[in-house]
T-cell receptor
Framework: ELKVEQNPLFLSMQEGKNYTIYCNYS?????LYWYRQDPGKSLESLFV?????AVKQEGRLMASLDTKARLSTLHITAAVHDLSATYFC???????????FGTGTRLKVLA | DAGVIQSPRHEVTEMGQEVTLRCKPI?????LFWYRQTMMRGLELLIY????????DSGMPEDRFSAKMPNASFSTLKIQPSEPRDSAVYFC????????????FGPGTRLTVT
């Protein structure tokens, strides 16, 4: 059974600092997704990673995928307050269209 | 495109009542997913459909929950009878099922059972 773990669960950081959120998963997968959720809102797609070594960047966020290590990272560069949200990774299960979501990382960027 | 549409956005009901949540997927998407989000359990997949046919309902918590998709543009999730532990945000998502297999989420329905 596919399990997805994120860490940290909570992250409080100062504006201007860098940090990384980790997403580990337990079985082989070729699809990994990152979503953002603002309080009381829906999930917004950030990145889709489909192959080993894939790297995607959008603004201050960069996501990467290492399928051999079963690890994805979401790196935040020079954080700003607007990045405060909960970030989820989701792993596609092989042979199906299901995702299994991680626990989420609640990020708070302090001014 | 209007995106995934869900109704109602908020529902407050008493224990024992029937609750029906509704979803309209993005036009042309042939996969539809129902999720439940709670603080304790996070985001859980309840059921998903392909071309209106239920493919995997292993996440449906118990017989009180049922889901249907009578046509490509409409799905319902019904809880009968509702219980306080069903209080959660219920999301519907749809996917084209090709290419990136990306799921697009609706705004959610916040259900409170008193």
């Amino acid at each position: 059974e596919l399990k997805v773990e994120q860490n940290p669960l909570f992250l409080s950081m100062q504006e201007g600092k860098n940090y990384t959120i980790y997403c580990n998963y337990s079985t082989t997968s070729d699809r990994l997704y990152w979503y953002r959720q603002d309080p009381g809102k829906s999930l917004e797609s950030l990145f889709v990673l489909l192959s080993n070594g894939a790297v995607k960047q959008e603004g201050r966020l960069m996501a990467s995928l290492d399928t051999k290590a079963r690890l994805s990272t979401l790196h935040i560069t020079a954080a700003v307050h607007d990045l405060s949200a909960t970030y989820f990774c989701a792993v596609g299960t092989s042979g199906t269209y299901k995702y299994i979501f991680g626990t989420g990382t609640r990020l708070k960027v302090l001014a | 495109d209007a995106g995934v549409i869900q109704s109602p956005r908020h529902e407050v009901t008493e224990m024992g009542q029937e609750v029906t949540l509704r979803c309209k997927p993005i036009s042309g998407h042939d996969y539809l997913f129902w999720y439940r989000q709670t603080m304790m359990r996070g985001l859980e997949l309840l059921i998903y459909f392909n071309n209106n046919v239920p493919i995997d309902d292993s996440g449906m918590p118990e017989d009180r929950f049922s889901a249907k998709m009578p046509n490509a543009s409409f799905s319902t999730l019904k809880i009968q009878p509702s219980e306080p532990r069903d209080s959660a945000v219920y999301f519907c998502a749809s996917s084209a099922g090709t290419g990136l297999y990306e799921q697009y989420f609706g705004p959610g329905t916040r259900l409170t059972v008193t």
